[in-house]
């Protein structure tokens, strides 16, 4: 049973925008940085957001994050078919001592 | 370009111990400035944070794994290993190796191995 929540599934045709949320509380989302992964079918995650808004080198800028609170949002803008994947939200929970990952959203384009 | 490659049994007996070892090449596993953690995901679910271990030799665990599991880092054969103890089939996953950076703490993980499946059934 995973400390952060995301909708299961969302959609959305081609060039629109997805928001993808992912809820915590104080003891993960509230006081840590949050990281977002894609994850292809069949592939291991990519790491697409590290440290709430941060994007790893070759990330393009259509994939934003962005944290308040005890939740995060994932954005991916300009929306294509090679965005059809799960997407997870990561963290650490200081309560737990422990990495912890959210319920993963799955994308499809439509 | 850093690599991860995980090795494992595909197939391990209930109430044995499953055991890991992920092979890192193309950079060196003995240093400050990063953490080498594990991960899995049972089939068709979310992703599970089980550990990771530090190149010092400390280590992380997942609460609710943590009585089941050891990760102990080999630098010699820049190799870093999970073992996980009285398995059942709920241990069924693929599991992940990954690299984390070393400033913070070892949840944010820039660089995967493939994954390597494990079924647990007798």
């Known amino acids: 049973q995973s400390v952060l929540t995301q909708p299961p599934s969302l959609s959305a045709a081609p060039g629109q925008t997805v928001t993808i949320s992912c809820s915590g509380s104080s003891s993960n989302i509230g006081n840590n940085y949050i990281s977002w992964y894609q994850q292809l079918p069949g592939t291991a995650p990519k790491l697409l957001i590290f440290?709430?808004?941060q994007r790893p080198s070759g990330i393009p800028d259509r994939f934003s994050g962005s944290k308040s609170g005890t939740s995060a949002t994932l954005g991916i803008t300009g929306l294509q078919t090679g965005d059809e994947a799960d997407y997870y939200c990561g963290t650490w929970d200081t309560s737990l001592s422990a990495g912890v990952f959210g319920t993963g959203t799955k994308v499809t384009v439509l | 370009q850093l690599q991860l490659q995980e090795s494992a049994p595909g197939l391990v007996k209930p109430s044995e111990t499953l055991s890991l070892t992920c092979t890192v090449s193309?950079?060196?596993?003995?240093?400050?400035?990063?953490?080498w953690g594990w991960i899995r995901q049972p089939p068709g679910k979310g992703l599970e944070w089980i550990g990771a271990v530090y190149y010092v030799g400390r280590t992380f665990h997942s609460p609710s794994l943590k009585s089941r599991v050891v990760i102990s880092l080999d630098t010699s054969k820049s190799q870093f290993s999970l073992r996980l103890r009285s398995v059942t089939a709920a241990d069924t996953a693929i599991y992940y190796c990954?690299?984390?950076?070393?400033?913070?703490?070892?949840?944010?993980?820039?660089?995967w191995g493939q994954g390597t499946m494990v079924t647990v059934s007798s």
């Open positions: 193309g950079g060196s596993i003995n240093s400050s400035s990063y953490i």
């Open positions: 440290d709430n808004n």
């Open positions: 990954a690299r984390s950076d070393g400033s913070g703490t070892p949840d944010t993980f820039d660089i």
